[in-house]
């Protein structure tokens, strides 16, 4: 749920404050497999490329 969450977030377009802090929220969290956190950052790529 939360992969599809965070790839989710990625396509909600450049910029969006609120979608790159949920996406860092999630990058500090210790609760991720490898796939999800690879998800995540992908997505933030994504949104937020500086």
């Known amino acids: 749920m939360v ?3 965070a790839f ?5 377009g450049s ?3 609120e979608a790159i802090a949920a ?4 990058l500090q969290s210790n ?3 490898e796939d999800t956190h690879r998800e ?3 997505s933030l ?3 937020d490329p500086g």
């Not at 989710?8 to 909600?12: A, K, N, T, Y």
């Open 3 to 5: 992969r599809r969450t």
């Open 8 to 12: 989710s977030l990625g396509e909600i």
């Open 15 to 17: 910029g969006n404050k």
């Open 23 to 26: 996406l860092l929220q999630l």
């Open 31 to 33: 609760n991720l497999d």
């Open 40 to 42: 995540v950052a992908s």
């Open 45 to 47: 790529g994504k949104i």
